[in-house]
């Protein structure tokens, strides 16, 4: 506690993934103390490898940095709007990936723990928190994310009388690039667009025709799969699918989705159009790791060499790491959390990111974001003013504490999934918002639908300026 210089008491945030040091860093900032509790170094979990905050498990991508027409894009404009750490380390660490925010999953990491440890106002405790937090931390932050320890879950399950929802989740496999043959490969964004730090030419493309598409898909439905054990029966997060999953929904469904060959022409025969394409996308600064898009699976890792070095292109590929199985768990925040993250049984104790139900890093970071600014401004006597319902924050927070829909017929039954951003969680625009611009003679359809995005996230950004200012 030696680092502390504030006349406050001092707020305790459990976990240091991307909520938890965000949420640290919001409260610090703001001149209150941090206690940050993070077990590993003390235990290990089933899918991190380090004791870095904030590591990253799955992908390295934090998807779309279009702040103008894209859902995600906007909260990461909101989230760099309010001093957020996440983005910060994210802008200072990107790697090529066409429209996309990709970072170095090392340096990424490396760069939050240091700025973390740096901070005069946060103090970092390597220890598992077996229950939850004493009474006498009047203020806490959970965000042990959906990978919380057995003792904490059934601590939070006794307190709130319901049981906790989980999903499966998967990652990807990564690839020693220098064993990716580019003689069949090539390097190429979707329809040659430049993202931030890329070139247009930030995947590796490695084509398919309709034989070997069909041969993979066979051998992919047919590869000796990670059986459930005890957790059979937990259902998937439909926007993090393992590949064998989508595979078995259809044989088309890798076709139309993230094998889909559409906006790439191959370098080594333009003339000929792939019949599906599998992409790589860069995984580290020094370009010489890459992940497989789209490619998170439960297969067995023999299975794993076996059928991934079917692909064209790889037939020699050397993994970094292969993919892998876990389970998340998030809890029934609408019925659970009031408007500003607070357990409602226990005033003063919040829940941020992924076990809140939001699904993504950017969505986990943010829901940090704020629970960081509510505990902060509760901490000094501020008044706690939410997020207006028109920003990507507001949207978010809403679908957590109150977005999901009981059905009439099941009145038991609770409906609330976890959820990435999207345009969905807005409300509607004002009637006359949009109009059609001069000289336009048709305007619907998709023309309407683009102007309507573009609208909505002018009108976040202008209102969480306005939040944040106020």
Known sequence: MSKDTSSHSPIHVIG????????????????????LHEMRGVRGTDAHKTDGLAELVCSNSFRSDDATSNAVGVLHAEMRLAGSLIMKAADANQVPAGGALAVDRDGFSDAVTAAIAGHPLITVVREEIHGLPPKEWDLAVIATGPLTAPDLAESIRQETGADALAFFDAIAP???TETIDMDICWYQSRYDKVGPGGTGKDYI?????EEQYNAFIDALVAGDKTGFKEWEGTPYFDGCLPIEVMAERGRETLRYGPMKPMGLTNAHNPTVKAYAVVQLRQDNALGTLYNMVGFQTKLKYGAQAEVFRMIPGLENAEFARLGGLHRNTYINSPTLLNGTLTLKSRPGLRFAGQITGCEGYVESASIGLLAGRFAAAQRKGEELITPPATTAFGALL????????VSDD?????SFQPMNVNFGLFPPLDPGAITKPE???RFRGKEKAAAKKQATAARALSDCAAWLNG
């Open 174 to 176: 990564i690839v020693y």
């Open 398 to 405: 809403n679908h957590i504490t109150g977005g999901h829909i």
């Open 205 to 209: 493309n490695c084509p398919m025709n």
């Open 16 to 35: 240091g993934g991307l909520a938890g040091s965000e949420a640290a860093w919001q409260i610090a900032e703001a001149g209150v103390p941090v206690v």
């Open 439 to 441: 000289g336009v003679k």
């Open 410 to 414: 099941e009145p038991g039954k609770r």
